[in-house]
Protein backbone atom coordinates (compact mmCIF):
# COMPACT_ATOMS: atom_id res chain seq x y z
CA UNK A 1 0.00 0.00 0.00
CA UNK A 2 0.86 3.63 0.07
CA UNK A 3 1.90 4.15 -3.55
CA UNK A 4 2.46 7.39 -5.30
CA UNK A 5 2.39 7.50 -9.00
CA UNK A 6 4.14 10.21 -10.75
CA UNK A 7 4.38 11.45 -14.16
CA UNK A 8 5.92 11.81 -16.31
CA UNK A 9 9.35 10.43 -15.37
CA UNK A 10 11.43 12.75 -17.49
CA UNK A 11 10.44 15.96 -19.49
CA UNK A 12 12.14 17.86 -22.04
CA UNK A 13 10.98 21.44 -23.20
CA UNK A 14 11.66 24.50 -24.89
CA UNK A 15 12.39 27.31 -23.10
CA UNK A 16 9.45 29.59 -22.62
CA UNK A 17 7.17 26.76 -22.70
CA UNK A 18 5.11 25.49 -19.60
CA UNK A 19 5.12 21.94 -18.44
CA UNK A 20 2.47 19.88 -15.86
CA UNK A 21 3.73 17.63 -13.96
CA UNK A 22 0.94 14.69 -11.75
CA UNK A 23 1.40 13.55 -8.32
CA UNK A 24 -1.09 10.47 -7.63
CA UNK A 25 -1.73 8.67 -4.80
CA UNK A 26 -3.18 5.18 -5.88
CA UNK A 27 -4.36 3.42 -2.77
CA UNK A 28 -5.15 6.15 -0.49
CA UNK A 29 -6.72 9.91 0.52
CA UNK A 30 -4.01 11.84 0.34
CA UNK A 31 -5.09 15.48 2.28
CA UNK A 32 -1.66 16.69 2.12
CA UNK A 33 0.68 16.54 -1.14
CA UNK A 34 4.34 17.90 -1.14
CA UNK A 35 6.26 19.37 -4.00
CA UNK A 36 10.13 19.34 -4.10
CA UNK A 37 13.20 20.38 -6.16
CA UNK A 38 16.65 18.36 -6.21
CA UNK A 39 19.72 19.46 -7.32
CA UNK A 40 22.42 16.62 -7.86
CA UNK A 41 24.03 15.46 -4.92
CA UNK A 42 21.66 17.40 -2.37
CA UNK A 43 18.77 16.71 -0.38
CA UNK A 44 15.27 17.34 -1.25
CA UNK A 45 14.23 20.89 -0.83
CA UNK A 46 10.44 21.82 -0.13
CA UNK A 47 9.16 23.89 -2.89
CA UNK A 48 5.28 24.15 -1.48
CA UNK A 49 2.50 21.98 0.61
CA UNK A 50 -0.89 21.36 -0.70
CA UNK A 51 -4.32 20.33 0.86
CA UNK A 52 -7.31 19.26 -1.20
CA UNK A 53 -9.01 22.45 -1.82
CA UNK A 54 -7.20 25.09 -0.66
CA UNK A 55 -4.21 27.53 -1.93
CA UNK A 56 -0.98 25.77 -1.80
CA UNK A 57 1.32 27.22 1.02
CA UNK A 58 5.05 28.25 -1.06
CA UNK A 59 8.29 28.04 0.79
CA UNK A 60 10.09 31.27 1.11
CA UNK A 61 12.18 31.79 -2.12
CA UNK A 62 9.99 29.53 -4.50
CA UNK A 63 7.55 31.50 -6.88
CA UNK A 64 4.32 30.81 -6.96
CA UNK A 65 2.82 32.29 -10.10
CA UNK A 66 6.27 30.09 -12.12
CA UNK A 67 5.39 27.05 -9.50
CA UNK A 68 1.81 26.48 -9.86
CA UNK A 69 -0.11 23.83 -8.09
CA UNK A 70 -3.05 22.61 -8.05
CA UNK A 71 -4.45 19.98 -5.51
CA UNK A 72 -8.29 19.46 -6.70
CA UNK A 73 -9.08 16.06 -5.96
CA UNK A 74 -7.36 13.60 -2.67
CA UNK A 75 -5.88 11.44 -5.28
CA UNK A 76 -4.10 14.72 -7.15
CA UNK A 77 -2.23 17.11 -7.36
CA UNK A 78 -0.15 19.20 -10.09
CA UNK A 79 2.72 21.28 -10.76
CA UNK A 80 2.81 23.41 -13.55
CA UNK A 81 6.13 25.24 -13.86
CA UNK A 82 5.44 27.90 -15.98
CA UNK A 83 7.60 30.14 -19.17
CA UNK A 84 10.67 27.55 -17.96
CA UNK A 85 14.25 28.36 -18.57
CA UNK A 86 16.73 26.45 -18.63
CA UNK A 87 17.51 27.52 -14.29
CA UNK A 88 14.15 25.66 -13.96
CA UNK A 89 16.17 22.13 -15.30
CA UNK A 90 16.03 19.89 -11.73
CA UNK A 91 14.38 17.21 -10.30
CA UNK A 92 10.93 17.61 -8.79
CA UNK A 93 9.62 15.20 -6.67
CA UNK A 94 6.63 14.69 -5.06
CA UNK A 95 4.84 13.15 -1.77
CA UNK A 96 1.26 12.62 -0.40
CA UNK A 97 0.43 11.77 3.24
CA UNK A 98 -3.03 11.20 3.94
CA UNK A 99 -5.28 9.65 6.90
CA UNK A 100 -6.06 6.10 5.59
CA UNK A 101 -2.26 5.67 4.91
CA UNK A 102 -1.77 2.02 6.25
CA UNK A 103 -1.16 1.56 10.04
CA UNK A 104 -1.47 3.74 13.02
CA UNK A 105 0.47 6.58 13.08
CA UNK A 106 1.10 6.28 9.57
CA UNK A 107 -0.95 9.36 8.07
CA UNK A 108 1.60 11.46 9.32
CA UNK A 109 4.37 9.61 6.83
CA UNK A 110 5.20 11.29 3.42
CA UNK A 111 5.13 8.62 0.85
CA UNK A 112 6.93 9.70 -2.23
CA UNK A 113 6.35 9.39 -6.05
CA UNK A 114 9.65 8.47 -8.17
CA UNK A 115 10.28 12.18 -9.62
CA UNK A 116 10.25 13.84 -12.58
CA UNK A 117 13.52 15.03 -14.70
CA UNK A 118 13.13 18.24 -16.28
CA UNK A 119 15.41 19.39 -18.49
CA UNK A 120 14.82 22.72 -20.07
CA UNK A 121 16.43 23.67 -23.44
CA UNK B 1 24.05 24.53 12.79
CA UNK B 2 21.40 22.31 10.73
CA UNK B 3 18.81 20.58 12.82
CA UNK B 4 19.23 17.41 11.28
CA UNK B 5 23.19 16.26 10.98
CA UNK B 6 24.27 13.54 8.73
CA UNK B 7 27.78 12.00 7.44
CA UNK B 8 27.40 12.78 3.61
CA UNK B 9 30.02 9.74 2.72
CA UNK B 10 30.57 7.60 0.85
CA UNK B 11 30.39 4.50 3.10
CA UNK B 12 31.99 1.73 1.29
CA UNK B 13 31.28 -2.08 2.63
CA UNK B 14 31.90 -5.28 1.32
CA UNK B 15 28.73 -7.39 0.74
CA UNK B 16 27.30 -9.10 3.65
CA UNK B 17 28.88 -6.50 6.29
CA UNK B 18 26.49 -4.58 8.87
CA UNK B 19 25.80 -1.40 7.39
CA UNK B 20 25.20 1.48 10.36
CA UNK B 21 23.86 4.39 9.51
CA UNK B 22 23.22 7.61 12.17
CA UNK B 23 21.39 10.70 12.40
CA UNK B 24 21.97 13.34 15.14
CA UNK B 25 19.35 16.43 15.76
CA UNK B 26 19.11 19.64 18.07
CA UNK B 27 15.32 19.88 17.82
CA UNK B 28 14.15 17.62 20.74
CA UNK B 29 10.40 18.57 19.98
CA UNK B 30 10.86 15.73 16.83
CA UNK B 31 8.17 12.95 17.32
CA UNK B 32 8.38 10.70 14.27
CA UNK B 33 11.41 9.60 12.63
CA UNK B 34 11.90 8.21 8.89
CA UNK B 35 14.39 5.96 6.99
CA UNK B 36 14.49 6.48 3.46
CA UNK B 37 16.11 5.08 0.46
CA UNK B 38 16.97 7.10 -2.34
CA UNK B 39 18.62 5.44 -5.73
CA UNK B 40 20.34 7.88 -8.16
CA UNK B 41 17.52 9.55 -10.12
CA UNK B 42 14.46 8.07 -8.34
CA UNK B 43 12.31 9.39 -5.31
CA UNK B 44 12.87 7.92 -2.02
CA UNK B 45 11.45 4.83 -0.75
CA UNK B 46 10.29 4.55 2.92
CA UNK B 47 12.27 1.94 4.86
CA UNK B 48 11.30 2.10 8.15
CA UNK B 49 9.22 4.87 10.81
CA UNK B 50 9.60 5.05 14.26
CA UNK B 51 7.91 7.38 17.04
CA UNK B 52 9.05 6.31 20.22
CA UNK B 53 12.60 5.74 21.81
CA UNK B 54 14.01 2.24 21.32
CA UNK B 55 14.47 -0.50 18.38
CA UNK B 56 12.01 -1.44 15.62
CA UNK B 57 12.90 -4.18 13.49
CA UNK B 58 12.04 -4.99 9.46
CA UNK B 59 13.82 -7.87 8.46
CA UNK B 60 17.67 -6.80 7.56
CA UNK B 61 16.83 -3.35 8.76
CA UNK B 62 16.75 -2.31 12.21
CA UNK B 63 15.87 1.58 13.36
CA UNK B 64 16.96 2.38 16.67
CA UNK B 65 15.65 6.27 18.47
CA UNK B 66 17.19 7.31 21.49
CA UNK B 67 15.58 10.77 22.30
CA UNK B 68 17.52 11.24 25.10
CA UNK B 69 20.60 11.60 23.22
CA UNK B 70 18.52 12.76 19.87
CA UNK B 71 20.23 10.10 18.15
CA UNK B 72 18.61 7.62 15.80
CA UNK B 73 20.59 4.82 13.64
CA UNK B 74 19.42 2.64 10.95
CA UNK B 75 21.04 -1.05 10.33
CA UNK B 76 21.51 -3.30 7.67
CA UNK B 77 22.41 -7.04 7.90
CA UNK B 78 23.66 -9.01 5.52
CA UNK B 79 24.21 -5.74 2.86
CA UNK B 80 23.93 -6.51 -0.81
CA UNK B 81 25.27 -4.61 -3.82
CA UNK B 82 21.40 -3.21 -4.32
CA UNK B 83 21.62 -1.93 -1.33
CA UNK B 84 24.11 0.68 -2.89
CA UNK B 85 21.80 3.85 -2.70
CA UNK B 86 21.87 7.61 -0.49
CA UNK B 87 19.90 7.00 2.42
CA UNK B 88 18.10 9.62 3.58
CA UNK B 89 16.75 10.75 7.75
CA UNK B 90 13.93 12.50 8.18
CA UNK B 91 11.91 13.84 10.89
CA UNK B 92 8.35 15.24 11.81
CA UNK B 93 7.65 18.18 14.14
CA UNK B 94 3.72 17.93 14.87
CA UNK B 95 1.80 21.00 15.07
CA UNK B 96 -1.01 22.48 13.37
CA UNK B 97 0.21 23.16 10.41
CA UNK B 98 2.46 21.90 7.60
CA UNK B 99 4.25 18.64 9.69
CA UNK B 100 6.87 19.36 7.18
CA UNK B 101 9.76 16.89 7.16
CA UNK B 102 13.01 17.68 7.95
CA UNK B 103 15.58 15.84 6.55
CA UNK B 104 19.61 15.31 6.85
CA UNK B 105 21.67 15.36 4.24
CA UNK B 106 21.78 12.00 3.07
CA UNK B 107 24.59 8.86 3.52
CA UNK B 108 25.99 7.48 0.38
CA UNK B 109 26.36 3.94 0.76
CA UNK B 110 28.47 1.60 -1.72
CA UNK B 111 28.39 -2.48 -0.61
CA UNK B 112 30.47 -3.90 -2.83
CA UNK B 113 30.71 -7.56 -4.40
Known amino acids: GAVVSQHPSWVICKSGTSVKIECRSL??????MFWYRQFPKQSLMLMAT?????????EQGVEKDKFLINHASLTLSTLTVTSAHPEDSSFYIC?????????????????FGAGTRLSVL | QKEVEQDPGPLSVPEGAIVSLNCTYSNSAFQYFMWYRQYSRKGPELLMY????GNKEDGRFTAQVDKSSKYISLFIRDSQPSDSATYLCAMILLKAAGNKLTFGGGTRVLVKP
Open chain 1, 27 to 32: DFQATT
Open chain 1, 50 to 58: SNEGSKATY
Open chain 2, 50 to 53: TYSS
Open chain 1, 95 to 111: SARGGDAGALGAKNIQY
